[in-house]
């Protein structure tokens, strides 16, 4: 595919997704990153112990876009819950119970999520009950990491959900 980015015009498109329940989701797909955002790139090795990143920066999705979207597009936190209640997630209530595939939300002090991801191990040491999570870390990269090892803070909860309708 070719973007042309006319000056004065936005440098993006979406693309169209919707839940099971044929509820559209709004979403945009942008296609670079500014002069600014490139020199501003994390070293999320340096500063979160155990991360590993996965692929090289990619501003087209962001983690709601990898989790509910196939990474491939932009999906705004107003959109995750519709699509929870809509897609037939079950939110799981003991955490001993998560599994690879179950999908991780996190929610800030307010009660707005404010970042999610994809488990993809069970808790390694049964005391503390931690699962591996691949996340996306804004417009950069998709990060595999501790669940409660993110740059998203405060955060006040976290739920976990899976689909089972």
Same mark, same amino acid.
């Not at 936190?77 to 001993?96: C, H």
């Given at each position: &595919?070719?973007?042309?980015?006319?000056?004065?015009?936005?440098?993006?498109?979406? *693309?169209?997704?919707?839940?099971?329940?044929?509820?559209?989701?709004?979403?945009?797909?942008?296609?670079?990153?500014?002069? !600014? %955002?490139? !020199?501003?790139?994390?070293?999320?090795?340096?500063?979160?112990?155990?991360?590993?990143?996965?692929?090289?920066?990619?501003? #087209? +999705?962001?983690?709601? $876009? &990898?989790?509910?979207?196939?990474?491939?597009?932009? @999906?705004? =936190?107003?959109?995750?819950? &519709?699509?929870?209640?809509?897609? $037939?997630?079950? /939110? #799981?209530?003991?955490?001993? /119970?998560?599994?690879? $595939?179950?999908?991780?939300? +996190?929610?800030?002090?307010?009660?707005? *999520?404010?970042?999610?991801?994809?488990?993809?191990?069970?808790?390694?040491?049964?005391?503390?009950? #931690?699962?591996? @999570?691949?996340?996306?870390?804004?417009?950069?990269? %998709? @990060?595999?990491?501790?669940?409660?090892?993110? =740059?998203?803070?405060?955060?006040?909860? @976290?739920?976990?959900?899976? #689909?089972?309708?």
């Amino acid at each position: &595919m070719i973007v042309i980015h006319v000056p004065g015009k936005p440098n993006y498109k979406s *693309i169209r997704i919707q839940t099971r329940c044929r509820n559209d989701i709004e979403n945009r797909q942008v296609y670079d990153f500014s002069a !600014s %955002e490139l !020199s501003a790139i994390p070293d999320y090795s340096r500063d979160y112990r155990g991360a590993e990143l996965r692929n090289k920066p990619n501003p #087209i +999705y962001n983690c709601y $876009g &990898m989790t509910f979207a196939c990474a491939r597009t932009t @999906v705004g =936190p107003e959109s995750v819950q &519709m699509i929870l209640d809509d897609d $037939g997630y079950t /939110e #799981i209530q003991n955490a001993d /119970e998560v599994l690879p $595939g179950d999908v991780i939300i +996190y929610y800030n002090d307010n009660g707005e *999520i404010w970042h999610s991801g994809i488990v993809v191990s069970k808790p390694s040491d049964e005391r503390i009950k #931690i699962p591996w @999570v691949v996340s996306k870390w804004g417009k950069y990269s %998709e @990060v595999y990491h501790q669940a409660y090892d993110v =740059p998203y803070r405060p955060i006040a909860q @976290v739920r976990y959900w899976r #689909i089972t309708k």
